[in-house]
Nanobody, 125 residues
Framework: QVQLVESGGGLVQAGGSLRLSCAAS????????MGWFRQAPGKEREFVST????????YYADSVKGRFTISRDNAKNTVYLQMDSLKVEDTAVYYC??????????????????WGQGTQVSVSS
């Protein structure tokens, strides 16, 4: 079965760093984009970053550009999100998602067919 499992969340002070991991299983990632979305309490789910597995192209929301880095480990079928210079406004549940590269927008959540359960990231001032 298709499964995405996030890990690496936690509580850090503003300016600190976290590295999130998303391990994928049950499908071949070659034709997929792997993305990170986040959702704060009372807010809608928003795009953070995504990576096209075959070409390694990366994309970032303006709010995290220059601070977050998405990467992959092909052997482990794992995508990472390195989060540096964290801000209080980065506090949210972070979700890993996978979607076919021919299934619409990189930035909208709807084309992503598979989702992890989420990992909490809390940034204190």
């Amino acid at each position: 079965q298709v499964q995405l499992v996030e890990s690496g969340g936690g509580l850090v002070q503003a300016g600190g760093s976290l590295r999130l991991s998303c391990a994928a299983s049950g499908f071949t990632l070659t034709y997929y984009r792997m993305g990170w979305f986040r959702q704060a309490p009372g807010k809608e789910r928003e795009f953070v970053s995504t990576l096209t597995w075959s070409l390694g192209h990366t994309y970032y929301a303006d709010s995290v550009k220059g601070r977050f880095t998405i990467s992959r480990d092909n052997a482990k079928n794992t995508v990472y999100l390195q989060m540096d210079s964290l801000k209080v406004e980065d506090t949210a549940v972070y979700y890993c998602a996978a979607g076919r590269v021919d299934r619409g927008s990189l930035y909208a959540p709807e084309p992503y067919a598979y989702w992890g359960q989420g990992t909490q990231v809390s940034v204190s001032s």
